[in-house]
């Protein structure tokens, strides 16, 4: 049963408009969201992140949104740069569970950037 | 620079061999982790381990052992019970619950493949 959902494999945008990658989650104990970035061959980087205390982080082009009562995350891109094409992963923990370090990972979504 | 460091980065076995993926960081981290990653797939967690000489199995544990001797080590062991062993390996580190507050930010190394002939 995956807990975190990115429904969306793949995203095409054009360079300069906003990108938004979707992540939807079943486990309401998730008290943390992360958004990861991801190179081929390369270890992921840790991009952004978000308590569910919040409805919105911001850093620099990249912002986070969280809906609690759907469930439901966004990270938006902008504007948007071809060095921005990667795989994005979206991850979530739950914090309060005691000794519980895990990030629980989507599969993905490969966004590319058109010059 | 602080950082961590898998080797190696590409590795072939045949089958039948069990092979040892190397992880070291200079992070100060307490918190070490193995994911593995398949195409089209999420990060999925073999093991991790929150202290020196304590590991805990994670979602896919099966063929794999790990050893947790010195906080800046935690090697993981590819077994011949793996039966799909051909994958992308990422050990990554964190500092543990309590040590910083927010979220429980993962840093990860480069990654090794593994192919099995």
């Known amino acids: 049963d995956q807990q975190v959902k990115q429904n969306s494999p793949s995203l095409s945008v054009q360079e300069g408009r906003i990108s938004i990658l979707n992540c939807d989650y079943t486990?309401?104990?998730?008290?943390?969201f992360l958004w990861y970035k991801k190179h081929p061959a390369e270890g992921p980087t840790f991009l952004i992140s978000?308590?569910?205390?919040?409805d919105k982080n911001e850093d620099g082009r990249f912002t986070v949104f969280l809906n609690k009562s759907a469930k439901h995350l966004s990270l938006h891109i902008v504007p948007s740069q071809p060095g921005d094409s990667a795989v994005y992963f979206c991850?979530?923990?739950?914090?309060?569970?005691?000794?519980?370090?895990?990030?629980?990972f989507g599969k993905g979504t490969k966004l590319s950037v058109i010059p | 620079d602080g950082g961590i460091t898998q080797s190696p980065k590409y590795l072939f076995r045949k089958e039948g061999q069990n092979v040892t993926l190397s992880c070291e960081q200079n992070?100060?981290?307490?918190?070490m982790y193995w994911y593995r990653q398949d195409p089209g797939q999420g990060l999925r967690l073999i093991y991790y381990?929150?202290?020196?000489?304590?590991?805990q199995k994670g979602d896919i544990a099966e063929g794999y052992s790990v050893s947790r001797e010195k906080k800046e080590s935690f090697p993981l062991t590819v077994t011949s019970a793996q039966k799909n062993p051909t994958a992308f390996y990422l050990c990554?580190?964190?500092?543990?619950?309590?040590?910083?507050?927010?979220?429980?930010?993962?840093?990860f190394g480069a990654g090794s493949r593994l192919t099995v002939l």
């Open positions: 990554a580190s964190s500092f543990k619950k309590g040590q910083r507050s927010g979220a429980n930010v993962l840093t």
């Open positions: 486990n309401s104990m998730f008290d943390y």
């Open positions: 978000i308590s569910s205390i919040k």
């Open positions: 991850a979530a923990s739950v914090g309060s569970r005691a000794g519980s370090y895990q990030l629980t």
């Open positions: 992070l100060n981290h307490d918190a």
């Open positions: 381990s929150q202290i020196v000489n304590d590991f």
